[in-house]
């Protein structure tokens, strides 16, 4: 297999048995060499002093009165926050561990950068070994924001920072004003369409995030999330799952869902309790599946034998936030409900 999302770190991280993922100290001295947490030209002695003793030693305790000694406030905040984040991963055995922690216990004063990085960390293992091409770039929904069009039967995902940047740069192709119009620049983008599940192109080029995938019913791509979300939840939670992509949902007796996006969630609870939803609402809708668990004992009785659905919708400026989280708190479990 071909090594993907080389930028996420994950050769700078150890496993467990189970594949999990134990962090190292170059792990968080990839961290800190973000530029968000490399001390500026202006700043301080104490902050660059703070700075190096950290590259030496990333996870050694800090004192207060070694934050209180820096002159910027900001400064100051910003290394409480990142400290804050490090001692709440570090408690856990495994960053998988960590990433459930940190959402059942809420993620409140967390840097979204900082989730985002964690996240791709745990997908990554996630997807370790999978050979098709069209999970892996479903899989990157999980933690890359992106941008939905519908052209010619197609129905199109293409990263949203990869559209800025290029229609910024008048990068020019046929998909751009498609995927761009919803917010962006006016002007066209040169993207492809993932066309095959030889996972060798899309690695070369999986950190560029530039592959549209095409999740239209019946393409290999709406199969692709399926698949995605299988491997994420049976790496992170431990629950043999299988999804199945369908149309619609048609069951009269319909007692679970999870939206994957607050847009999803508003949308499907609305459908659940029988309000009322406009058609150009329900149009938001992109991608509906049907999980089942392999393990019914783990499964809260009232939903036992029932499938649970999952809805994954745009917003009405055609963005699409995968929320991945939702599946740690939102499916029916025994032990997650415990757990919270």
């Known amino acids: 297999m071909p090594d993907f999302w080389v930028a996420s770190g994950h050769q700078l991280c150890e496993r467990d048995a189970?594949?999990?993922?134990?962090?190292?100290?170059d792990l968080w001295r990839a961290f800190l060499a973000r530029p968000e947490l490399v001390p500026p030209e202006e700043a301080c002695d104490a902050e660059r002093a703070l700075h190096l003793s950290l590259l030496e030693d990333p996870v050694q305790p800090v004192p207060p009165m070694a934050l209180a000694a820096l002159t910027d406030p900001d400064a100051r905040e910003n290394w409480q926050?990142?400290?804050?984040?490090r001692d709440r991963v570090t408690a856990q055995p495994t960053l998988e561990a960590a990433w459930l922690a940190l959402y059942r216990g809420g993620v409140g004063g967390?840097?979204?950068?900082?989730?985002?990085?964690?996240?791709?960390?745990?997908?990554?293992?996630?997807l370790e070994g999978v050979g098709d091409a069209f999970a892996l770039r479903a899989a990157e929904c999980l933690f890359r924001p992106q941008r939905a069009a519908i052209h010619h039967g197609a129905l199109l995902l293409a990263d949203e920072e990869v559209v800025a940047l290029r229609a910024q740069a008048a990068d020019l192709g046929p998909l751009g004003r498609l995927l761009s119009e919803a917010g962006a620049p006016a002007r066209e983008v040169e993207l492809d369409v993932l066309g095959e599940a030889d996972p060798a192109p899309y690695a070369a080029r999986s950190d560029a995030h530039d592959f549209v995938l095409d999740i239209a019913e019946g393409r290999?791509?709406?199969?692709?999330?399926?698949?995605?979300?299988?491997r994420?939840?049976?790496?992170?939670?431990?629950?043999?799952?299988?999804?199945?992509?369908?149309?619609?949902?048609?069951?009269a007796a319909w007692s679970w869902h999870v939206g994957l996006d607050g847009e999803a969630t508003s949308i499907a609870n609305d459908l659940w309790h029988g309000t009322s939803v406009e058609q150009a609402r329900l149009a938001r809708i992109l991608w509906l599946g049907v999980l089942e668990f392999m393990d019914g004992t783990r499964v809260l009785p009232r939903v036992a034998g029932r499938p649970v659905y999952l809805v994954l919708a745009m917003d009405a400026a055609q963005r699409v936030r995968m929320k991945p989280q939702n599946l740690a708190t939102g499916?029916?479990?025994?032990?997650?409900?415990?757990?919270?």
């Open 331 to 340: 499916l029916p479990l025994i032990a997650a409900e415990a757990a919270l």
């Open 232 to 251: 994420f939840i049976g790496h992170v939670l431990g629950e043999g799952v299988t999804i199945r992509p369908v149309p619609v949902i048609e069951d």
């Open 110 to 126: 967390v840097p979204p950068l900082f989730l985002q990085m964690l996240t791709q960390l745990v997908a990554r293992a996630a």
């Open 81 to 85: 926050v990142f400290l804050a984040f």
């Open 220 to 230: 290999p791509g709406q199969h692709g999330m399926a698949r995605a979300l299988e």
């Open 18 to 25: 189970a594949g999990r993922l134990l962090a190292t100290p």
